[in-house]
């Protein structure tokens, strides 16, 4: 891998370090667990939207040509959203403290079982952003990753679930992504 590729990597896993670095300080309340959780799920969303946006700038054709070249880097902002929101939910499970309890409400509770679903479908395309998987699912491996477009939603109404919540943290990101691919439509419409 190349060392711009290593640095991207190492960037996005500063809020995970910083977070390491306030556990270690004791700055992380009585429940350590629940802080951790909440703040990796706010990542896992930022990064989840800001690869999808990146995708529709670059449909659009509004992504600089000097930017291009680093369209591959979508591919390891998706392996380390997964890493994030799998991490989301360990902690979820340590700040339960009850294995057995934590899974069953994973299948009970709505919001969780939609965060399980967008995990899982991370968990997919994790799997498959490798020079490999392209090659062997041809044009399969696109419609495959087309999903990532469903969990953005389910993630927003994930976070919606779960009472009180600041709009903040998801709106103004669903909103710009959403009208990007407003005019994604729109200019496919229009050529055809
Ligand atoms: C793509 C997957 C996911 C995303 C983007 C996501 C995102 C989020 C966000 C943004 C929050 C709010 C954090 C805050 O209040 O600052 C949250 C809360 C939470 N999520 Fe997720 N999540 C995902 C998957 C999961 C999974 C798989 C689980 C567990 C099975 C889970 C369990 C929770 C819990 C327990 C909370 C805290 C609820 C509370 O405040 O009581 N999430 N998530």
Known sequence: MRLYKWIFVLVLFIPAGVLVGQLFQGELGANPSEKINLVLGDWTYYFLASNLIWGALLAVGWMPNRLRRFTLLRRHLGVVTFVYAFLHMTFYVLKEGDVPLAL??????????LGLISLLILFALALTSNNYS???????WKSLHRLA????PLATVHYFLIEKKDWR????????????????????VKKR
């Open 104 to 113: 069953t409400q994973m299948v009970e509770k709505l919001y969780l079982i």
């Open 134 to 140: 392209v090659r062997k699912l041809g044009s399969r």
């Open 149 to 152: 477009y469903v969990v953005l």
């Open 169 to 188: 943290v998801t709106i103004p990101w669903l909103i710009v992504w959403m009208a990007l691919s407003g005019v994604r439509v729109f200019k496919l």
